[in-house]
């Protein structure tokens, strides 16, 4: 008799998404250089990495909201008030 067991492992929402809820858009900038669409606090930005913390390979809270920052900036989302390392 052969048994098979599958595993589902389930993930986070991708950080796009959760990004695209906290600023309340539909998608990012076209042009990231010349457009920016709007600014996220870095509380928003800290709510994010704490729920992605399982996801992401961080050692903290901080190093986990600066990845989240850097995919913010790359979808033309400006980033305000991020807390310091240390």
Same mark, same amino acid.
């Given at each position: 008799? *052969?048994?098979?067991?599958? *595993?589902?492992v389930t993930k986070t929402p991708p950080?796009?998404d959760?990004l +695209?809820? =906290?600023a309340k &858009? =539909?998608k /990012?900038? +076209?042009?990231l250089? +010349? @457009? #920016?669409?709007?600014?996220? !606090? /870095?509380?928003?930005v800290?709510?994010s990495a704490?729920q +992605?913390?399982p996801?992401?390979n961080a050692?903290? %809270?901080?190093a986990? =909201?600066? &990845? &989240? =920052? /850097? @995919?913010a #900036?790359s979808?033309g &989302? #400006?980033? %305000?008030g991020?807390?310091? !390392? /240390?």
């Amino acid at each position: 008799m *052969l048994i098979v067991a599958l *595993l589902f492992v389930t993930k986070t929402p991708p950080t796009t998404d959760l990004l +695209k809820k =906290a600023a309340k &858009i =539909a998608k /990012g900038s +076209k042009a990231l250089i +010349k @457009t #920016r669409l709007l600014a996220l !606090h /870095g509380s928003n930005v800290l709510k994010s990495a704490k729920q +992605k913390m399982p996801d992401l390979n961080a050692n903290d %809270e901080i190093a986990a =909201a600066s &990845i &989240i =920052a /850097g @995919t913010a #900036r790359s979808m033309g &989302i #400006r980033v %305000e008030g991020m807390p310091e !390392h /240390g």
